[in-house]
């Protein structure tokens, strides 16, 4: 293998846990939300809205590296575990693209429910972590799941 190859490996998982890393430390964040007022709560969702957008930066490289390991490598594009992979990276795209923006809009609004949003919130994040772990399975343990 490679120099090259291999940095392209780095990169990638490099990418996968900047993608993924950061939504694990915005739970305790999610918790102060509801009592949170004035500058705390811009602080808040600053964090958050910064999260949000590192991740969708390294799921750039995420992608851009997986495109060339694939072009690289020993792997097809019909190859079962890469054929997952993509399925469940372009479920985690509609679902990022949709998810974390509204909801955080909504705590700027007079009279929002902070504690629903801070609850939708937190289920949002979890569900989004879930996508990604499941990507990650897919690309380290590589299932083979048809011939």
């Known amino acids: 293998m490679d120099l090259f190859y291999r940095i392209i490996i780095y990169l990638h998982v490099s990418s996968v846990i900047a993608s993924i890393g950061p939504f694990f ?6 918790k102060k939300l509801p009592d949170a007022v004035g500058k705390e709560l ?3 969702l600053a964090l958050l809205k910064s999260v949000v957008r590192l991740s969708k930066h390294a799921g750039h490289v995420l992608i851009g590296t997986g495109v060339l390991l694939v072009i690289l490598g020993p792997w097809t594009w019909k190859t079962p575990w890469i054929v997952g992979t993509l399925a469940l990276l372009f479920a985690s795209l509609f679902f990022l693209a949709r998810a974390f923006s509204p909801t955080l809009r909504k ?18 994040i979890w569900t989004y972590i879930i996508l990604l772990m499941a990507m990650l399975w897919f690309m380290v343990v ?3 799941l048809w011939q």
């Open 25 to 30: 430390i915005l739970m305790p964040i999610v």
């Open 42 to 44: 811009e602080a808040h």
């Open 107 to 124: 705590f700027a609004e007079e009279g929002a429910n902070k504690l629903e949003l801070a609850a939708k919130l937190k289920r949002t």
């Open 142 to 144: 590589k299932p083979n």
